[in-house]
């Protein structure tokens, strides 16, 4: 984990392979088992309360952006816009 102009970044390896998409459509036939497993992990994920919307900061703490959308979304293009400025070259 690092910072590129001020935001979090994190390199991951390249792992190659197939998408489960492509396994599922194109592979030999698969027990049902594993959409039972893919049901019970999504579910475990999709049980998660954060108790606030807003994106996750380093830390795993909650920002607070969405209090105030419409100030989070002018202050974001604006700095979406400061950013190009200084690289002319990301516009295309």
């Known amino acids: 984990l690092f910072n590129y102009e001020d935001r979090p970044m ?3 390896e390249f792992i190659d392979g197939v998408s489960l998409e492509e396994r599922l459509l194109n592979g030999p036939p ?3 088992k594993i959409y ?3 049901g019970k992990e999504l579910a475990k994920i999709h049980n998660i309360d954060f108790g606030k919307t807003g ?3 380093p830390g795993m703490h909650i920002g607070s952006e969405y ?3 419409s100030l989070f ?3 974001f293009i604006f700095e979406v816009l ?3 400025e200084h690289r002319p070259e990301r516009l295309d």
């Open 82 to 84: 400061a950013r190009l």
């Open 67 to 69: 209090e105030k959308f």
């Open 30 to 32: 698969v027990s049902n």
């Open 73 to 75: 979304v002018k202050d």
């Open 10 to 12: 994190v390199i991951m």
């Open 36 to 38: 039972e497993n893919i």
């Open 55 to 57: 994106f996750i900061n």
